[in-house]
């Protein structure tokens, strides 16, 4: 079975860092890209980043380009998301999830995706 889980949210102020890690079972992290996502009360999902681990390609939207990276932890065995000079329009339900595919294209549409774990919330806030 495969299954996917989104964790290290929590509140941080405006200005600090954040490292979620994205676990997943059933597949291997290799053979699949991973999603970040993030959804707002009252928005739609969004994007905010893409890797490829076994490409190292990634992508960003301008939103957070810059501010987060995404990298392959082997040793943790997760692909996490490093966030940094986090803002308050970044609190939202984050989410990780995979799909096939090497190009990245169209990689911020989350039908794209065919598995999705459970999400973790992030606070920004003084």
């Known amino acids: 079975e495969v299954q996917l889980q989104a964790s290290g949210g929590g509140l941080v102020q405006p200005g600090g860092s954040l490292r979620l890690s994205c676990a997943g079972s059933g597949f291997t992290f290799d053979d699949y890209a991973i999603g970040w996502f993030r959804q707002a009360p009252g928005k739609e999902r969004e994007g905010v980043g893409y890797?490829?681990?076994?490409?190292?390609?990634?992508f960003y939207p301008a939103a957070v380009k810059g501010r987060f990276a995404l990298f392959r932890d082997s040793a943790k065995d997760t692909v996490d998301l490093q966030m940094n000079n986090l803002k308050p329009e970044d609190t939202a339900v984050y989410y990780c999830a995979r799909r096939l595919g090497s190009r990245g294209s169209s990689w911020y549409l989350p039908l794209t995706y065919d598995s999705w774990g459970r999400g973790t919330l992030v606070t920004v806030s003084s």
């Open positions: 890797l490829k681990s076994s490409t190292g390609l990634t």
